[in-house]
């Protein structure tokens, strides 16, 4: 049976694990707030962000002289342990808490103070010597440490997702190469519409995503101006002067990124606007990376009664009573995946408005959706380009059967037998059933020569002058 410590906060005692080395107010939170799955022992990304705000906060102190060398160094070696994942279980309290944050600082708070103590021989508990309050957090408040912290991480993070997207980005250009001789037709409001190649369908996915790469950078320089030296409303009580610019160049050195003090930390401290940034950023790739999933479900759509002029790898029994049949799985979840950012955007939206007087004490849920909806983007880039995008093959003959069946391509006639003409062809198209390129041979109207040069991949992609006069 465990044995315990006793800790005592303002609210009273409590027996803590002996064995845990998170303290009293952990353990309130732990209690208080069994509200969902998300835990922040569950991204580490975050808990480097806490230990890197820790360490830039000792480092400033030090530099002061309010930490003894002891004591720093302590704090310095546990900090580490935390950076580095050693300490991962002692964070196990949920994200989504009240208290605007409370919690997940004290909860650093303790397990770096009490590691600390049994790094210098000490057991924890033993606050006298190294106090989570007075030393891991002094020279702070909850309110510049906590919010700091989740910009390190999530701007660690972004750098993360950039990368997976990148590679997403570069397996559309791929195929793009690969597919680019084969003439599909293009289609508008799920019309014919006019020709084009499957290259320039996946060359268009591929660049709609890059094309968002500055939005998503653009918006990730917010994460880089942090308040720390606000403390509690962004007047900087319980702080020596300088401390605060100590800190932010101590960050600067732990991390080598251009870390800025905001402006006006009275202003920082309750706007909430980089994490609401950020979120729409995610939820303007969401938007796209769906909108790629269901033109791939459309194009694969079949195999014999759908458009079928792709193919998706088959990657599992598509029912359960209806033998042969295989569904697009991989595109299906990551439009899951991106109405989940979308809706996570809606939250974090919400949660930015609901920032009232100097604080903001919805800042855990926008935080939290932050770092869910980046995780669960990386996640389905990498299950779409491996399971999905890359080992896509095209319906060759498909594409080509309906460029010969489809009144579309009357529109690449237009500019050589006129408007009037090309109208009447798809009209009589229409009427009988039969295809414009049938129609235009049997009228003489142009030369199957003719038309092969006017319908050549290399004729309807771009603009082109063709020397080529109707008959009639």
């Known amino acids: 049976m465990s044995q315990f410590r006793i800790e005592s906060d303002l609210i009273g005692e409590k027996q803590i694990p002996v064995e845990a080395l998170y303290g009293v107010q952990t353990l309130r939170c732990i209690e208080n707030f069994d509200i969902s799955h998300f835990h922040l022992n569950e991204y580490p990304l975050y808990l480097k962000g806490l230990a890197i705000t820790k360490m830039g906060a000792a480092m ?8 003894a060398d002891e004591t720093f160094n302590a704090i310095m070696a546990a900090c580490k342990e935390v950076e580095e994942g050693k300490l991962d279980e ?4 949920d994200m989504i808490q009240g208290g605007a944050g409370t919690s997940t600082n004290m909860n650093a708070n303790e397990v770096i103070a009490n ?18 309050n007075d030393d891991v957090n002094r020279s702070q408040s909850t309110n510049d440490s906590y919010p700091t912290a989740a910009h390190i991480g999530l701007y660690y993070t972004h750098l993360e997702l950039v990368s997976h997207l990148v590679v997403l980005i570069e397996s559309f250009r791929a195929k793009a190469e690969e597919f680019k001789g084969i003439l599909k037709m293009g289609r508008t409001q799920l019309e014919d519409a006019v020709p084009m190649t499957l290259g320039q369908t996946f060359g268009g996915f591929a660049s709609i995503l890059e094309d968002e790469l500055p939005h998503l950078n653009e918006a990730a320089e ?54 609401v940034g950020y979120s729409a950023a995610m939820k303007r790739r969401a938007v796209k990376v769906s909108k790629i999933s269901n033109d791939l479900r459309l194009l694969a759509s079949g195999p ?72 669960i983007l990386m996640n389905g880039f990498d299950t779409l380009r491996v399971n999905c995008i890359d080992g896509i093959t095209a319906n060759a003959e498909r ?74």
């Not at 400033?60 to 930490?67: D, F, I, M, S």
């Open 115 to 132: 590691r600390a103590l049994q790094l210098i021989g000490h057991q924890p508990g033993e606050h006298k010597v190294i106090s989570p």
């Open 60 to 67: 400033a102190n030090h530099e002061l002289g309010l930490l």
């Open 304 to 375: 014999r009664c759908g458009l079928g002029e792709i193919n998706l790898p088959a990657k599992q029994p598509g029912s359960s009573i209806m033998p042969g049949k295989v569904n697009p799985v991989i595109p299906e979840v990551m439009t899951q995946i991106c109405y989940k950012v979308m809706g996570n955007d809606v939250c974090v939206t919400m949660s930015g408005e609901a920032a009232q007087m100097e604080l903001n004490a919805m800042e855990p849920v926008m935080i939290q959706c932050c770092f869910e909806s980046a995780e």
């Open 399 to 472: 594409c080509e059967s309906y460029i010969r069946n489809s009144i579309g391509i009357v529109t690449a006639l237009n500019p050589i037998i006129g408007y009037k003409h090309s109208t009447a062809i798809a009209k009589k198209a229409q009427e009988t059933g039969r295809g414009v390129y049938e129609l235009v041979l049997e009228e003489g109207i142009l030369s199957k020569d003719e038309l092969d040069t006017i319908l050549a991949p290399e004729n309807m992609i771009k603009p082109v002058k063709l020397d080529i006069k109707p008959r009639k």
């Open 222 to 275: 917010d994460f880089l101006t942090v308040n720390m030296g606000a403390t509690a409303i962004g007047t900087g009580i319980c702080s020596e002067p300088g401390y605060a610019e100590k800190c932010v160049a101590s960050l600067e050195k732990l991390t080598g990124l251009p870390f800025r003090l905001a402006e006006d930390l009275v202003g920082a401290t309750s706007d909430t606007s980089c994490l």
């Open 90 to 93: 002692h964070f196990p309290i």
